[in-house]
Nanobody, 124 residues
């Protein structure tokens, strides 16, 4: 059974940093695409970063230059380093797995497995 468990969400001040982690259980992470999504209060879920099996990454314009996605296949872990956070980054952050090959996409409908999310709140 595939499980994804996010952690690392917290309340931080504007300009602060957080590192989110996602543990993948029951799944061989080596060959598949991973993604991070977030859902702001009252908003839709949006893709913010993804990485394919060759470690090529993509970012939404809103986080480019501030967020960095990484993966440790040996540990079955996915990470999202978030710097220079602002109130617009507040939301629930989800990690996801796409069980197919090719360039990663920031489209939530492209991903099959999802975690339950971790809350990030940035105070102004």
């Amino acid at each position: 059974q595939v499980q994804l468990v996010e952690s690392g969400g917290d309340l931080v001040q504007t300009g602060g940093s957080l590192r989110l982690s996602c543990a993948t259980i029951g799944f061989n992470l080596y060959s598949y695409n991973v993604g991070w999504f977030r859902q702001a209060p009252g908003g839709n879920r949006e893709g913010i970063s993804c990485m394919d099996d060759r470690r090529v990454s993509a970012y939404a314009d809103s986080v480019k230059g501030r967020f960095t996605i990484s993966r440790d296949n040996a540990k079955n872990m996915i990470y999202l380093q978030m710097n220079n956070l602002g109130p617009q980054d507040t939301g629930i952050y989800y990690c996801a797995l796409r069980d197919s090959f090719g360039p990663c996409k920031l489209d939530q409908f492209d991903y099959k497995y999802w975690g339950r999310g971790t809350q990030v709140t940035v105070s102004s």
